[in-house]
């Protein structure tokens, strides 16, 4: 029986494109059309979906969403030249490489190509720096999704200690980063484990607010979750089309709080991925 509260993203993802939508509408007033390009390389059903997903919102919210779909047998050329075009036209404010791309690509040099200026999803390592330093920045979207959705359910972070299992680039690790600074929402005793630490569930066990950033599925049982502590599930795979939680669902009988299986962190990294694009189109059309 689950006595868990749960924490779904889909409101908090809503309040971001309230916000979204009201900017957008003051840059069409201003005659700038606010632009998120994406980028596809390949036939992936799943990140062919992301797409789709990402291309219904931004029509939504009022951003033009200029795409291009390369074959599987794009070259890395190919691909930076798409990212350079898209760098070149002032009428594109931000611009997405979908994830994964085929093996033969390199996807960091692809991230490196882009404008720092346009990368939206906040993973261009000069991004990433200057979330280190603590300079604003288009934050990565996951994270940034994470921080909102607690922060929504007054969920208290300051002084509390939030463990991550995974140190993963897109999420744990930049998460980190998020949740240490000095911030009414964040400010908390940050632990990260991962493979390094076997017996990462001394430091689960013990965890406040815990959060999967592993990508293995069922990896955090009820036996890794401190009763009544709060539980954010971010680690996904996916087996086809179905959906694999890091979070057994067992857990909810154990668990204070919970994000859904479905609905939690997905939505909220969604909106904070056009946060960052409609930033961008502010920033490049000062008023
Ligand atoms: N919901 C969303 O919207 C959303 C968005 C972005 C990403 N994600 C998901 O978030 C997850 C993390 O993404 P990422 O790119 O940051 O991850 P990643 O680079 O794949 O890293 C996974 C991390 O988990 C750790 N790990 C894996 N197996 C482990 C085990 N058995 N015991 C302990 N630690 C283990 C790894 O440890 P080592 O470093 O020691 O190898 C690594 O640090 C993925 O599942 C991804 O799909 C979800």
């Known amino acids: 029986m689950s006595n868990a509260k749960l924490l779904p993203g889909t409101p908090v993802a809503e309040k971001i494109f309230a916000d979204v939508t009201a900017r957008a509408a003051a840059l069409r007033a201003r005659g700038i059309a606010p632009s998120l390009a994406t980028i596809l390389v390949g036939d992936d059903d799943a990140s062919a979906g992301y797409i789709r997903i990402k291309q219904k919102q931004a029509t939504e919210l009022g951003f033009d969403s200029p795409h291009t779909h390369l074959p599987a047998s794009a070259t890395q050329s190919d691909l930076e030249a798409v990212v350079t075009g898209y760098n070149a036209d002032p009428g594109v404010h931000g611009m997405l490489v979908q994830y994964p791309v085929p093996k033969h690509l390199d996807y960091d040099a692809a991230l490196l190509a882009i404008d720092p200026a346009k990368d939206v999803d906040g993973m261009h390592p000069l991004n990433l720096g200057k979330l280190a330093a603590g300079v604003p920045g288009p934050l990565p ?118 994000t859904p299986r479905v609905g939690g962190v997905g939505p909220t990294t969604v909106a904070v991925l056009f946060r960052n694009a409609v930033a961008a189109a502010e920033a490049a059309n000062p008023a």
């Open 141 to 258: 979207c996951t994270p940034a999704g994470i921080e909102e959705l607690l922060a929504f359910h007054e969920i208290p972070v300051s002084g509390r200690e939030v463990v991550i299992l995974g140190r993963g680039a897109t999420l744990g690790r930049p998460l980190a980063m998020l949740l240490a600074q000095k911030r009414p929402t964040a400010n908390a005793a940050v632990t990260v484990v991962h493979t390094g630490v076997p017996d990462w569930d001394r430091y689960t066990r013990r965890a406040d607010i815990l959060v999967a950033a592993a990508g293995v599925p069922g990896i955090i049982q009820p036996e890794h979750v401190r009763p009544g502590s709060v539980v954010v599930g971010g680690g996904v795979r996916y087996s086809g089309r179905k959906l694999l939680p890091d979070v057994d669902e067992r857990c909810e009988e154990v668990a204070g709080a919970i």
